[in-house]
Structure formats: C-alpha cells, structure tokens
T-cell receptor
Framework: DAGVIQSPRHEVTEMGQEVTLRCKPISGHDYLFWYRQTMMRGLELLIYFNNNVPIDDSGMPEDRFSAKMPNASFSTLKIQPSEPRDSAVYFC???????????FGQGTRLTVV | AQKVTQAQTEISVVEKEDVTLDCVYETRDTTYYLFWYKQPPSGELVFLIRRNSFDEQNEISGRYSWNFQKSTSSFNFTITASQVVDSAVYFCALSPNFGNEKLTFGTGTRLTIIP
C-alpha cells in the first residue's frame, strides 16, 4: 500500500489567497483526520471524518477553514482567505476500524506570506 | 479533558547509551489508548506502538521497550543501545475510550544521538 498521500508537499501563497490541501487515505480505512503542527501549539486535531461524514470539527480554528470528504479516497482542507498565522505543517492521517492506529501522510508545509 | 505531558523537551545522549523518554497523561476515562509516534528529520509521523488501558504488560520490540504504569499515569519509552538513526522528535499521545479518534499529543521530546 502507498500509505496516506498528501499534496502538495510544500505550498507558498500570499495572504488572502485560497489554499487547498489534498489527501488520499489508505484504501479501506474508515477514519480520516486533519492535524496541524506548529511550534507554538504542537500537534492539534482540526477535524475528523468517519465513513466520509465529519464527526468532530471543533478543532477548526475559524470559518476560514473548511474540510470535505466527497468519497472514501479523497479529502480536502481549504483555507480561504489565508493568513500568515495559518503557516504550519498540515498532516492528514487515516485509520481502519476502531482500536487501530492512525497512519500519517508526509504533511504539507504551508507558508503564507 | 485529556492531557499528555512530555516534560523533557530535548535530550542528547552518546551513541550506544540507553535513553528513556517520559510521558505522563491525564484522563477521566477508565478506558483509553496510549501511543508513541516518531517524527524523524524528514518530517513524517511514524507509528511506534499502541497500548490500551487494560493491558499493563510492558512491551519490548527490538531495542525499544515501553513501560506502562497506570498507578502513576505514565507510559515511558526506552531505547536501548541508541543509534544515530534514533535521532528524532518523539510524541506520546492519548485517545479516549476504545476509539482512535481525537488523539491528544504531548509536546514531543527531541532526541539527539551523538555519534
């Protein structure tokens, strides 16, 4: 299996622009997670899906952030408009049924200038 | 509320030394899972171990071992005979009940192995 695939690996954008991060989970996994990693806040869960349905989005910082999972093999995290404080590494992870570990993608390093 | 504390921000040891990374957690749940992940310089997060709250047996996997003590709410990680490739940031994490949802991560310990 190819593992969790994220794209792009790096993104540099100007403040105010829309940014879309993409994730392909491991085939057959029911759960998909979006995490953000910053020096100040560490690793924090933004949102997670179960069977393509958003279960908990309480970690989404504000309305500028949105996430979708239109099918079992694809998810997006969108930031519109982006701000410099959104600069971080964004990780997507997936896991199988309950009681199984989450596997992480390689992350997208986002820089908003 | 759940909390994971990794008090050691950075540790440096000379190659072949043993090193223990501490993890202390807080939860009101009676059932929960604990995890360790490794983040090497390349940046990805690599799963190392998952332990449920009912299983207090220590685990050994090669040079890695884990000591889970419910009485002290600790889940410590020991690397024996450390190698340069062990240099990474190590994260301890906690999830509620029997689920893998909502991992709460500690702040990580940066381990540097000096050749």
């Amino acid at each position: 299996d190819a593992g969790v695939i994220q794209s792009p690996r790096h993104e540099v954008t100007e403040m105010g622009q829309e940014v879309t991060l993409r994730c392909k989970p491991i085939s057959g996994h029911d759960y998909l997670f979006w995490y953000r990693q910053t020096m100040m806040r560490g690793l924090e869960l933004l949102i997670y899906f179960n069977n393509n349905v958003p279960i908990d989005d309480s970690g989404m910082p504000e309305d500028r952030f949105s996430a979708k999972m239109p099918n079992a093999s694809f998810s997006t995290l969108k930031i519109q408009p982006s701000e410099p404080r959104d600069s971080a590494v964004y990780f997507c992870a997936s896991s199988g049924r309950r009681n199984t570990e989450a596997f992480f993608g390689q992350g997208t390093r986002l820089t908003v200038v | 509320a759940q909390k994971v504390t990794q008090a050691q921000t950075e540790i440096s040891v000379v190659e072949k030394e043993d090193v223990t990374l501490d993890c202390v957690y807080e939860t009101r749940d009676t059932t929960y899972y604990l995890f360790w992940y490794k983040q090497p310089p390349s940046g990805e997060l690599v799963f190392l171990i998952r332990r449920n709250s009912f299983d207090e047996q220590n685990e050994i996997s090669g040079r890695y071992s884990w000591n889970f003590q419910k009485s002290t709410s600790s889940f410590n990680f020991t690397i024996t005979a450390s190698q340069v490739v062990d240099s990474a940031v190590y994260f301890c994490a906690l999830s509620p009940n029997f689920g893998n949802e909502k991992l709460t991560f500690g702040t990580g310990t940066r381990l540097t192995i000096i050749p």
